[in-house]
DNA sequence: CGGTTTCGGAACGGTTGCGTCCCGCAAGTG
DNA sequence: CACTTGCGGGACGCAACCGTTCCGAAACCG
């Protein structure tokens, strides 16, 4: 998960290394990334902010790139849904949920790897990758529920309906305008 | 518009700037927004690029950030819309424009500044200013239009409606991800 | 014409991050 | 125990960019 690339020789002599550094080096790497975007990661910053030597870093991570990707890889998010919610229920608590998730760690990063998409593809891909797809795929579990309950038309594109409930809440929060008008937003939708 | 700030006493002494200098500036900077961010928005590199010595780039932006600003100020969008073209028909060609921008030299620049958001808000200020803000009240126009022939509803939220007509492509043009269904966009939404 | 400003180009010192290396100590192996 | 590797910390030379300054030539004024 958050280990960096590292020949899996078994048992090495000498001091075994700290995994703790290696949580304490991503979290640093994540911070910065979402504080200052990518610029703000810095080598030497993110060993600093892991009050950790440079060197401990190299030896682990010989380029900010790879130690950007594996920072990423650690990203996810969770979404509890109420026990008994109908469809509608449940897409008002996760449309909410990404609108929430504007000031959460993954959402601050988020705009940053925007700018970055032309130049750095992966890191994106990552993202949405850890992030994104997973979000996706929980609207679709509860959009085809909809359709199978009769409560959605029968012919609704799942990944379209998908991109005009978060579209509109994602952007706006991207542009950091106010909130939306609220959680009535995926009822208008829906229909 | 275009023009850095500068103190306008009438005429002056001495040889007169090249006017040509002042745009050739603006565009290489934002030239260099759209390809490589605010990072690649370097003095050296703008003046590289318009071909110009430093001295005279720093005689008239005597830091980036107001450069960069006022590089923002002369960015604008422009949509035809055909003559003849019914509510529906209008906002199929806006919102189809809002996609087409992906590529254009604004559609690039935006990216590159949502991850600046938030250490410099003064960029999307002017950003919103200069493309969204126009955008938004060409939409409204055309909503208020519907509204009024009755084409849709009376109470509808002009603002609301903008974004959910919007966020969904303009989300999708900042993924990059392959372009969405296509123009029949915005009808399910106008529903 | 002399005076003034702009022009391209180049140099300057200062700052920041890079990637590497070395130190002295800590923490494991046999 | 000797040996090996990890650790924090700091120093190194290198490169890029900053903002400033100087130059000689060019352009415009009265």
Same mark, same amino acid.
């Given at each position: 998960?958050? *280990?960096?690339?590292?020949?899996?020789?078994?048992?090495? *002599? %000498?001091?075994?290394?700290?995994?703790? *550094?290696? +949580?304490?080096?991503?979290?640093? $790497?994540?911070? #910065?990334?979402?504080?200052?975007?990518?610029?703000?990661? $810095?080598?030497?910053?993110?060993?600093?902010?892991?009050?950790?030597? /440079?060197? $401990?870093?190299?030896?682990?991570?010989?380029? /900010?790139?790879?130690?950007?990707?594996?920072? #990423?890889? !650690?990203?996810?998010? $969770? +979404?509890?849904?109420?026990?008994?919610?109908?469809?509608?229920?449940?897409?008002? +608590?996760?449309?909410?949920?990404?609108?929430?998730?504007?000031?959460?760690?993954?959402? =601050?990063? @988020?705009?940053?790897?925007?700018?970055?998409?032309?130049?750095?593809?992966?890191?994106?891909?990552?993202?949405?990758?850890?992030? #994104?797809?997973?979000?996706?795929?929980? @609207?679709?579990?509860?959009?085809?529920? %909809?359709?199978?309950? %009769?409560?959605? =038309?029968?012919?609704?594109?799942?990944?379209?309906?998908?991109?005009?409930?978060?579209?509109?809440?994602?952007?706006?929060?991207?542009?950091? !305008?106010?909130?939306?008008?609220?959680?009535? @937003?995926?009822?208008?939708?829906?229909?």
């Amino acid at each position: 998960m958050s *280990l960096p690339a590292r020949a899996d020789d078994g048992p090495r *002599l %000498g001091r075994p290394r700290d995994p703790s *550094l290696d +949580v304490a080096l991503v979290e640093a $790497t994540l911070d #910065l990334l979402a504080e200052g975007g990518l610029a703000a990661v $810095t080598m030497e910053a993110v060993a600093a902010r892991a009050g950790v030597g /440079k060197a $401990t870093l190299y030896r682990r991570w010989p380029a /900010k790139e790879q130690l950007v990707v594996d920072a #990423l890889a !650690t990203l996810s998010e $969770t +979404v509890e849904l109420p026990d008994g919610a109908d469809v509608r229920e449940s897409l008002v +608590v996760l449309v909410s949920a990404v609108q929430r998730r504007r000031d959460s760690l993954a959402g =601050r990063i @988020f705009p940053r790897l925007v700018g970055q998409a032309e130049d750095n593809p992966e890191l994106i891909r990552r993202y949405r990758e850890q992030v #994104l797809e997973p979000r996706r795929a929980r @609207f679709r579990a509860v959009l085809r529920r %909809g359709v199978e309950e %009769g409560v959605l =038309r029968a012919d609704l594109d799942l990944d379209h309906a998908y991109d005009l409930l978060v579209g509109p809440v994602a952007y706006r929060s991207l542009l950091r !305008t106010d909130p939306p008008v609220g959680p009535d @937003f995926p009822a208008r939708v829906v229909d």
